[in-house]
């Protein structure tokens, strides 16, 4: 009954730590930046600059917001190298969940009590290494 409760903690948390990496992709704040606001144009009083994985955007304080998609990833490498990064740890990370789920005790499928050991340990590996 320990190692069924062991387990079911285990993956319940490496499948949350999973769902964050998924919100993290989706998030639009990644960097902002406050522009004006002192000494500035008399009709734009401040704005915000901000951009995620996508795109670049800017709102005024009319609230007003322009977005344009980054037109070539190539200049921007270190979007890519992170987009990169997060497709391959949500990938490995499916497959983490998946081989955890069909490994843990408490299911039905995944064969003997050797093989689900196997997939076990296959999936904490892929947690890991996602």
Not at 10 to 36: E, Q
Request: aromatic share 16%; proline share 1%; with cysteine.
């Amino acid at each position: 009954m320990r190692k069924r409760l062991i387990q079911i903690s285990g993956f319940l948390i490496s499948s949350l730590g999973w769902l964050f990496v998924l919100c993290t992709m989706a998030m639009d704040y990644w960097r902002i930046t406050k522009l004006g606001g002192q000494g500035g144009s008399y009709i734009i009083k401040v704005a915000w600059y901000w951009s995620n994985l996508w795109s670049d955007c800017y709102t005024d304080s009319a609230a007003v917001t322009n977005c344009r998609d980054y037109p070539v990833l190539w200049n921007v490498a270190y979007v890519q190298a992170v987009r990169g990064l997060l497709m391959c740890g949500l990938t490995i990370g499916f497959f983490a969940v998946v081989c955890c789920f069909v490994g843990m005790e408490c299911t039905y499928i995944g064969g003997s009590d050797k093989t689900k050991d196997k997939l076990l340990f296959a999936g904490a590996v892929l947690h890991f290494v996602g």
